[in-house]
T-cell receptor, first 112, second 113 residues
């Protein structure tokens, strides 16, 4: 079946630094990928839709300058959390659609 | 405003018995509903789905029921197994947004051996 690989699985960074998270579709091409964020014991909240070759579409309330998304190829989307702060600590998950939405294993970001 | 609701944050069931997870939605534009299963520190895994033109879909031990008039769906797992212990997310898709899936808050299921 379709596989979405997300890297890294966890990262700890200092406040003020930037962190890049990669999302790859391993055996299919994905013109569209999605980035979610999950707070503890809460639902997955869609942050943005990543479109290959064009700008990402951000959900209301999500700062596009804070969460930079690049979808440079049909198999790779990246999310960069810029100038990270402790409140950005969360579980970030990407997904892409083959026959159904397939999710990566997520990235646990901790900002100290 | 939460469009997909799962009012039970947790559920405990004895192994071999039936697990029933409930979900309610408010947006009448939703036409496709999905259940995802999630283990800690992993991404959600697709489990089963149902289109709004159906009221039941079955796949092995998993059955999803849809009551459109009540805007309610449920996932039945029978018989429940310890490996079913996970968080289950109900999700819904709007007719005009094929990939934009809205998730509920999840129900944590514990199957007790």
């Amino acid at each position: 079946g379709a596989v979405v690989s997300q890297h890294p699985s966890w990262v700890i960074c200092k406040s003020g630094t930037s962190v890049k998270i990669e999302c790859r579709s391993l055996d299919f091409q994905a013109t569209t990928m999605f980035w979610y964020r999950q707070f503890p014991k809460q639902s997955l909240m869609l942050m943005a839709t990543s479109n290959e070759g064009s700008k990402a579409t951000y959900e209301q309330g999500v700062e596009k300058d804070k969460f930079l998304i690049n979808h440079a190829s049909l198999t790779l989307s990246t999310l960069t959390v810029t100038s990270a702060h402790p409140e950005d600590s969360s579980f970030y998950i990407c997904s892409a659609r083959d026959l159904v939405l397939t999710f990566g294993n997520g990235t646990r970001l901790t900002v100290t | 405003d939460q469009q997909v609701k799962q009012n039970s944050p947790s559920l405990s069931v004895q192994e071999g018995r039936i697990s029933i997870l409930n979900c309610d939605y408010t947006n009448s534009m939703f036409d496709y509903f999905l259940w995802y299963k999630k283990y800690p520190a992993e991404g959600p895994t697709f489990l089963i789905s149902i289109s709004s033109i159906k009221d039941k879909n079955e796949d092995g031990r998993f059955t999803v029921f849809l009551n459109k008039s009540a805007k309610h769906l449920s996932l039945h797992i029978v018989p429940s197994q310890p490996g079913d212990s996970a968080v289950y997310f109900c999700a819904a898709r709007r007719r005009t947004s094929y990939d934009k899936v809205i998730f509920g808050p999840g129900t944590s299921l514990s199957v007790i051996p």
